[in-house]
């Protein structure tokens, strides 16, 4: 059973920096892609940032500019360097691992931006 271990959540102010990090069970060149989404209270989960096998990133309109995604292949972690956070950037942060049509999912890490 695959399993995703989020770190680095908390309370942070407005225009400060978190990194969160995701420990992988597994290689993660195992999977498709491996990534952060986020689901704010009353919200549907996105997607914040993935990167995929080849290191192709993509990001989220909101995340760009501010948010860096970033591996270490020989730890099997995900990282994400948020930068200039935003209240509307308070939610639950999760991480994802996907192969095919499988999405494998951490119990995911609460940031709360205050103003």
């Known amino acids: 059973q695959v399993q995703l271990v989020e770190s680095g959540g908390g309370l942070v102010q407005a225009g400060r920096s978190l990194r969160l990090s995701c420990a992988v069970s597994?290689?993660?060149?195992?999977?498709?892609?491996v990534g952060w989404y986020r689901q704010a209270p009353g919200n549907q989960r996105e997607l914040v940032a993935r990167?995929?096998?080849?290191?192709?990133?993509t990001y989220s309109d909101s995340a760009k500019g501010r948010f860096t995604i970033s591996r270490d292949n020989g730890l099997n972690t995900v990282n994400l360097q948020m930068n200039g956070l935003k209240s509307e950037d308070t939610a639950v942060y999760y991480c994802?691992?996907?192969?095919?049509?499988?999405?494998?999912w951490g119990q995911g890490t609460l940031v709360t931006v205050s103003a």
């Open positions: 990167i995929n096998v080849g290191g192709r990133t």
């Open positions: 994802n691992a996907n192969i095919l049509s499988r999405n494998y």
């Open positions: 597994e290689n993660i060149f195992n999977f498709n892609s």
